[in-house]
Every structure is written in structure tokens, then in C-alpha cells.
């Protein structure tokens, strides 16, 4: 079966912008997660969806948004884009709400440059 | 808030060599525990995780890890690797209040020579 699918794979946007990502889960799976890896930072949860409801947010500021629609398809969005949010944006996806439980899958992700 | 401790940023071995990498975390409550591998150009890949029972659990490729609760440490071992484990190594924990949030290690980068 196809993986989880993220797009664009590279992006790059000028400070002030706003961008817009997007991630497909595996077919029939309902939950997906965001996470941002940095050099500094690694590995940071942004937010979760499940069932078109956001379930989970981390410690990011409102600039960052995200939304799930009805075919478990998700899109995160980053507001007012600083250097600081120039990152490796992963999505992930789990077959039941709790994916942290039973594992996720990730996908390749997109890298978001900010200039 | 939970936390994760990855003590070895980067390790270096030769082929046939064992690893052990450590993993320590901290975090008040009933924890769910992973290993998952990042091969370079690659996505995250899950190698093995725990949840209850027996506290050494086996993944892919040969690796396992022991889980001693009383050290709140999550080890990851394999008893002889190859070049191909070159990648990139996290830890992470979730736990019943933090819902399905992955918390993650600083990573351990394995560089392992032919």
C-alpha cells in the first residue's frame, strides 16, 4: 500500500509569507500528527487530527495551524514565516487515535527553507 | 513534562561490532516506549516499541531493547552490526496523559565502517 504522502518535498518562502502543506495518510488510516525536526531543536509535535478534529497541539505559536478534512487528508499551515520556522516538517499517520500506541508512519517530509 | 535522553550524539563503530545505545527518559506515569531509525535520504521508520510484558522486545533488523523501569532507561542493542545501520537513531515516549504526542531523544547518529 502507498505510504504517507507529503507535498511539496522542498519549498522555500520569503520571511513574512504564509505557506500551506499537505500530507495523505495511508489509506484508511484517520490519525495524522506534525512534527518540525530542526538541528537544534530535533524532533518537535506540532499537532494531531483525528476524525477531522484536532486532538493534541504542541508548544508552537498560533502561527502555526493545521485542519484535517473528511478523506483523513491533512495540511498544516504556517503564518507570518520567520527564519526560525526553516525545518524539516514531518507527517505521520496511525491506523487509530492513540497512534502513539501502536506506531506510526512517517513520511519523507517536506523541507521548508525560509529566506 | 516527559523527557527524552539520548547520551551518545554520535557513536562509531566497525562492522561485526556490538551496539548499545542509551536512552533515558523521564516522565510520572505509565509510558509507551520507541526506537525508530532515520536512513539517510530516508523517512522515519519504526525499529520496536514497548508497551507492557516482557521488557525486552525485539524489532527489525536484528535489534532489540531492554526496558528497566527502575533506571527509566529504554536501551537499544544489536549484537553485531553492519554497514548498512548507518543511520540516524531516536528514542521517543508517549504516555497515557500526553495522549498520542511522541516525545523525542537529541538522536544518535551510527556511523558504522566496512
Known amino acids: 500500500k502507498a505510504g504517507v504522502t507529503q507535498t511539496p518535498r522542498y519549498l522555500i518562502k520569503t520571511r513574512g509569507q504564509q505557506v500551506t502543506l499537505s500530507c495523505s495518510p495511508i489509506?484508511?488510516?484517520?490519525?495524522v500528527s506534525w512534527y518540525q525536526q530542526t538541528p537544534g531543536q530535533g524532533l518537535q509535535f506540532l499537532f494531531e487530527y483525528f476524525s477531522e478534529t484536532q486532538r493534541n497541539k504542541g508548544n508552537f505559536p498560533g502561527r502555526f495551524s493545521g485542519r484535517q478534512f473528511s478523506n483523513s487528508r491533512s495540511e498544516m499551515n504556517v503564518s507570518t514565516l520567520e527564519l526560525g520556522d526553516s525545518a524539516l516538517y514531518l507527517c505521520?499517520?496511525?491506523?487509530?487515535?492513540?497512534?502513539?500506541?501502536?506506531?506510526?508512519?512517517f513520511g519523507s517530509g517536506t523541507r521548508l527553507t525560509v529566506v | 513534562a516527559q523527557s527524552v535522553s539520548q547520551h551518545n550524539h554520535h557513536v562509531i563503530l566497525s562492522e561485526a561490532a556490538s551496539l548499545e545505545l542509551g536512552c533515558n527518559y523521564s516522565y510520572g506515569g505509565t509510558v509507551n516506549l520507541f526506537w525508530y531509525v532515520q536512513y539517510p535520504g530516508q523517512h522515519l521508520q519504526l525499529l520496536l516499541k514497548?508497551?507492557?510484558?516482557?521488557?525486552l522486545v525485539k524489532g527489525i533488523k536484528g535489534f532489540e531493547a531492554e526496558f528497566i523501569k527502575s533506571k527509566f532507561s529504554f536501551n537499544l542493542r544489536k549484537p553485531s552490526v553492519q554497514w548498512s545501520d548507518t543511520a540516524e537513531y531516536f528514542c521517543a515516549v508517549s504516555g497515557l496523559t500526553s495522549g498520542s504526542r511522541l516525545t523525542f531523544g537529541e538522536g544518535t547518529q551510527l556511523t558504522v565502517n566496512p
Open positions: 489509506s484508511g488510516h484517520r490519525s
Open positions: 505521520a499517520s496511525s491506523l487509530v487515535g492513540q497512534g502513539a500506541y501502536y506506531g506510526y508512519t
Open positions: 514497548y508497551f507492557s510484558g516482557d521488557p
